[in-house]
């Protein structure tokens, strides 16, 4: 007998067993009376179940596990298509496609133990693949793994007791004052010296850049909604207020044309993330700065200008959309002059 399921992606599956193994078969559809349709077409060419199969069956019934890691990526990667956003979406696609290659793609995810992760682990660090990229690989391959487990689809994650490579903590590459005048002059006269100017004074990430619209930026009331559209999706899905100051509102005042998207392209379309990212890398290399710098020290750049100016760190939180205050924490070695106030305040009778 066949079951129709709805998988937390909310796609429509039609589930039988096949001489003692539970077969996944996608009806490829969301709407409910169109996937019983396809149900009981799909029922009727089974072929009819014998005495003995159907004994096969209630022995295999409770067996969730006897999934294979093919079928638990699949499904999965429905979940992730529609809760997180492009970048994180090919992220999974090529972690758990290296994941499939290492394990076997029909092994039974129930066989999967925490020493086949360690040896995955392990390979990779033995390669050419940085210590970040592995751990970052592993926090996703936690995830899928946790799900899995609030799926019911296994008792315990291979994962539990796997630890992240340890890393030494080092300062992240940022503009100085004086970097950033060199990089801005360089590139006067351009839209991307307008980026750049852009970036640091908001700390927006490159993607939410690129597809802000002027329908988001409230100059009157000084501030601009950083928030999901039809054609994009913040990183956490979430709202988010950024302030206009007054470099920032001189910046937007002196653009033409306001309507539409912020910055685009000669052809009148979005640029391409890729495409900001190499021009502005290109530029900080005919600058002769530190070839560490990329797009995204600009955000870093907004971060740690906030903290050495004394802004909290709950505020430097609020203002970069950090999901946990752990992350804000990389920029805590900068507030050096509000820790030297308190220092100050020490009395030993000297």
């Not at 009806?27 to 009819?48: C, G, N, Q, V, W």
């Not at 970040?132 to 799926?151: A, E, P, Y």
């Not at 290109?282 to 906030?306: D, M, P, Q, V």
């Amino acid at each position: 007998m066949a079951t129709l399921i709805k998988n937390p992606a909310g796609i429509y599956q039609i589930v039988f067993y096949e001489r003692g193994k539970r077969i996944w078969r996608s009806l490829s559809t969301r709407d409910r009376k169109l996937a019983h349709k396809r149900f009981i077409e799909y029922e009727k060419r089974m072929p009819p179940i014998s005495v003995a199969s159907k004994d096969e069956q209630v022995k295999s019934l409770p067996e969730n596990s006897k999934q294979t890691l093919q079928q638990a990526i699949q499904e999965y990667l429905g979940y992730v298509k529609v809760n997180f956003t492009t970048n994180t979406q090919r992220d999974y696609n090529s972690i758990l496609k290296l994941l499939k290659e290492h394990l076997g793609t029909d092994r039974p995810i129930a066989d999967i133990t925490i020493r086949d992760i360690e040896r995955y682990k392990n390979e990779k660090y033995s390669g050419t693949m940085s210590p970040h990229t592995i751990n970052h690989d592993l926090r996703c391959i936690k995830s899928f793994f946790n799900r899995l487990v609030q799926w019911d689809l296994l008792e315990k994650s291979p994962c539990k007791g796997v630890k992240l490579i340890r890393i030494d903590e080092t300062i992240r590459p940022y503009l100085s004052k004086e970097d950033l005048q060199t990089v801005l002059k360089h590139t006067t006269g351009t839209q991307l010296h307008d980026i750049i100017l852009f970036a640091v004074l908001t700390g927006l990430r490159l993607g939410e850049i690129v597809n802000l619209n002027w329908e988001d930026i409230l100059l009157e009331k000084r501030k601009i909604i950083v928030r999901s559209n039809g054609t994009f999706r913040t990183k956490s899905g979430k709202m988010r207020i950024i302030p206009i100051n007054s470099a920032l509102l001189n910046l937007l005042e002196s653009m033409p044309d306001k309507a539409g998207l912020l910055f685009r392209s000669p052809k009148g379309v979005a640029w391409r993330a890729q495409f900001i990212s190499k021009q502005f890398k290109r530029a900080i290399c005919s600058c002769g700065l530190n070839e560490k710098l990329h797009f995204h020290s600009l955000r870093h750049t907004f971060g740690s200008y906030l903290v050495e100016s004394g802004v909290s760190l709950f505020h430097v939180q609020q203002l970069m959309g950090h999901s946990s205050p752990y992350v804000t924490q990389i920029y805590a070695h900068l507030g050096t002059a509000e820790l030297l106030s308190s220092v100050e305040k020490l009395n030993v009778g000297i």
